[in-house]
């Protein structure tokens, strides 16, 4: 709900909540209608340029099913192989499994806090403690924690704030890829 409110807020629309006792909630969302053409005159280069970025193994750990499908239907346009996990205690075993198997990640995408269970802060750790050259993106809606600001102090290799564009995802990974 933070990352839809915030999207919607960025867009300058709004979130309207009806709910009855015993009988459901209705979230209706707004958003102002635009005569841009600017998505159209975007795509290509943005498809153009993530041709250029090499193939990388991603492990991407979140608990927003929503946010991992469109995040690896990103990463699969860019060319990458794209694994999830549901929270840090699932990432940690996927992680050690392909370290052990040959077959380590080249990159992974943490969300910060994951409800009722291991949020990427406290995965990382052990991440690095397996393998201390991993490449681990921290990634978070909620843009005034401290580690957000000081990723590296935490072992993190960057940021990538919610809700972000293909772009940006491109751009991070073409970062750490070349890092």
């Given amino acids: 709900m933070a990352t839809t409110f915030s999207i919607v807020n960025k867009h300058n629309g709004h979130i309207n909540i009806d709910s009855e006792l015993g009988k459901g909630t209705t979230l209706t969302l707004y958003l102002p209608a635009s005569e841009s053409q600017l998505y159209q005159k975007i795509k290509q280069p943005v498809m153009e340029q993530s041709k250029k970025l090499r193939s990388a ?12 499908k469109v995040t690896t239907i990103m990463l699969k346009r860019a060319g990458h192989s794209v694994d999830v996990a549901y929270d840090g205690k699932q990432a940690i075993k996927i992680y050690k499994q392909a370290l052990n198997n040959g077959n380590k990640f080249d990159v992974v995408i ?8 291991i949020g990427g ?10 393998d201390p050259k991993a490449r681990v993106i921290i990634s978070s809606g909620y ?3 401290p ?23 491109q751009d991070i990974m073409t970062r750490i890829l070349n890092s």
Avoid: C, H, W
């Avoid at 991603?58 to 946010?67: A, C, Q």
């Avoid at 943490?110 to 269970?117: A, E, F, K, R, S």
């Fill in 57 to 68: 193994k991603v492990l991407i750990m979140d608990d927003n099913e929503t946010l991992i």
């Fill in 110 to 117: 943490m969300d910060l806090i994951i409800p009722n269970g």
């Fill in 121 to 130: 802060q406290e995965a990382v750790k052990s991440i690095l403690e397996i």
């Fill in 143 to 145: 843009s005034d924690k």
């Fill in 147 to 169: 580690v957000m600001a000081n990723y590296s102090d935490y072992g993190f290799k960057g940021v990538l704030a919610k809700p972000y564009t293909m772009k940006r995802l």
